[in-house]
């Protein structure tokens, strides 16, 4: 199993992001999807899921900015982030759940400053 996220950088607040995460080496398509992120100092917490379904799910503070969708065919997530505020500064990590096991990609840094 391999999950290659990309799409990180640097942009102002209000800007807007899309990362991106390829996966490789298990049915992509039957699997629930999911986007962490983890600020320097606090814990990695699950920031959106996309289920094999297409069912979504955020946290509170990125409900209405963040939009997660899969592409099955391209064996993709990706993870849409709007109106982007200095809290949403984190790497950012991708991860397939899999029978009992968590995969997870290098991670990608995103960092939101004026």
């Known amino acids: 199993v391999q999950l290659v996220e990309s799409g990180g950088g640097l942009v102002q607040p209000g800007g807007s992001l899309r990362l991106s995460c390829a996966g490789s080496?298990?049915?992509?398509?039957?699997?629930?999807m999911s986007w962490y992120r983890q600020a320097p100092g606090k814990q990695r917490e699950l920031v959106a899921l996309?289920?094999?379904?297409?069912?979504?799910n955020y946290i509170d503070s990125v409900k209405g900015r963040f939009t997660i969708s899969r592409d099955n065919a391209k064996n993709t997530v990706y993870l849409q982030m709007d109106s982007l505020k200095p809290e949403d500064t984190a790497v950012y990590y991708c991860?397939?759940?899999?029978?009992?096991?968590?995969?997870w990609g290098q991670g990608t840094q995103v960092t939101v400053s004026s």
């Open positions: 996309i289920t094999s379904g297409g069912n979504t």
């Open positions: 080496g298990f049915f992509f398509s039957s699997y629930a």
């Open positions: 991860n397939a759940a899999i029978l009992v096991y968590d995969y």
